[in-house]
T-cell receptor
Framework: DTEVTQTPKHLVMGMTNKKSLKCEQH?????MYWYKQKAKKPPELMFV???????INESVPSRFSPECPNSSLLNLHLHALQPEDSALYLC???????????????FGSGTRLTVV | GNSVTQMEGPVTLSEEAFLTINCTYT??????LFWYVQYPGEGLQLLLK?????DKGSNKGFEATYRKETTSFHLEKGSVQVSDSAVYFC????????????FGTGTRLTIIP
């Protein structure tokens, strides 16, 4: 299995809703990432988990809450989002996270989120 | 910090034309370099990579050579196809304290039959 699976593929939520994005990989990778991508822009890093511990939080607002229940799963809990949070949310994984990581990342297909 | 400068797009070529997308970088130490491709409505796919100077990454007819003297990692393909139409991102992963993947702005490529 060489994939990162993200669910759901599309999500529409109101500003008062609570929802979760899910990401799963079975490649034995020990680093997992959440990225946000706006239209016609490169992905922006949100969070890095290394060995199931949060390593990096790129000053993301608290309405985004990541969770890594085990080495294969990564969740992103969403609460009280704003319309400007509408974007493609990408999950990725790599063998590890460290200097000059030579492995490259495997990305999922993303969840296209619309906040109304 | 690290940065990647990528050729401005969009780029439109005819089928079977030669492709070059320029990428230069700024980084301390010895970063690893990558090209990712994003097809419409999809996530990013790793196209090729190089981890040290003079390494050549190649995949699906695409090539890029890690040139430390010019801090470049230009993407080339000898004969493009309509199916190559996508957005291409150059990226690097740096040394200690700069490990995160840094992307260029992306180049949208359209191939016309």
């Amino acid at each position: 299995d060489t994939e990162v699976t993200q669910t759901p593929k599309h999500l529409v939520m109101g500003m008062t809703n609570k929802k979760s994005l899910k990401c799963e990989q079975h490649m034995g990778h020990r680093a997992m990432y959440w990225y946000k991508q706006k239209a016609k822009k490169p992905p922006e890093l949100m969070f890095v988990y290394s060995y199931e511990k949060l390593s990096i939080n790129e000053s993301v607002p608290s309405r985004f809450s990541p969770e890594c229940p085990n080495s294969s799963l990564l969740n992103l809990h969403l609460h009280a989002l704003q319309p400007e949070d509408s974007a493609l949310y990408l999950c990725a994984s790599s063998q590890s996270y460290g200097p000059g990581t030579p492995y490259g990342y495997t990305f999922g297909s993303g969840t296209r989120l619309t906040v109304v | 910090g690290n940065s990647v400068t990528q050729m401005e797009g969009p780029v439109t070529l005819s089928e079977e034309a030669f492709l070059t997308i320029n990428c230069t970088y700024t980084a301390t130490g010895y970063p690893s370099l990558f090209w990712y491709v994003q097809y419409p409505g999809e996530g990013l796919q790793l196209l090729l990579k190089a981890t040290k100077a003079d390494d050549k990454g190649s995949n699906k007819g695409f090539e890029a050579t890690y040139r430390k003297e010019t801090t470049s990692f230009h993407l080339e393909k000898g004969s493009v196809q309509v199916s190559d139409s996508a957005v291409y991102f150059c990226a690097l992963s740096g040394g200690f304290g700069n490990e995160k993947l840094t992307f260029g702005t992306g180049t949208r490529l359209t191939i016309i039959p």
